[in-house]
């Protein structure tokens, strides 16, 4: 109870992430990833967090919770209209490690477009510059901090 609620913004599907996550020589984690999203023509929203689960000799062990890797979102008027954003990010292991668990690269690629009827009252694009960041997951004892760019919504 209250680990996850869902209401305009319901969750939509879960899935298990198969990536290879080697989090030290004896420690390997598994992703469970939770899409969200709405319905809502004129405000479309989706998005899908990352939580990684360690495998330790305890158990299961919550090391990642709640890394945006898709999202999908913005203002329309419904027929073609607005402004839109999309965000996509991959994972990858490091070598360099800290505090026994080792760094996650995260390269994320943003987008967005402004599409707007033409003068024939067509509906055309309008893509903006795509926007390209790297961020460094380093793990401090007992999670992987997600920065606030990447935080994902409260399910």
Do not use: W
């Not at 990833?33 to 990684?52: G, V």
């Amino acid at each position: 109870p209250g680990l996850m609620n869902d209401d305009a913004i319901y969750i939509r599907k879960i899935e298990f992430d198969t990536g290879r996550y080697r989090l030290a020589t004896d420690v390997s984690a598994f992703g469970l990833r939770i899409e969200m999203a709405s319905d809502s023509r004129p405000n479309p929203f989706r998005e899908t967090d990352l939580r990684l689960y360690a495998l330790t000799r305890d158990g299961l062990r919550l090391v990642l919770d709640g890394l945006v890797v898709d999202s999908f979102g913005g203002e329309g008027d419904a027929s073609c209209a607005g402004s839109f954003h999309s965000s996509k990010a991959s994972l990858s292991m490091r070598s360099a490690s800290h505090r026994g668990y080792r760094d996650i690269t995260v390269v994320e690629r943003r987008d967005t477009d402004e599409p707007a009827p033409d003068k024939n009252g067509e509906c055309q694009p309008h893509p903006g510059k795509p926007v390209k960041r790297t961020y460094r997951l380093r793990f401090d004892g007992s999670r992987y901090p997600v920065p606030a760019a990447l935080k994902a919504s409260e399910p």
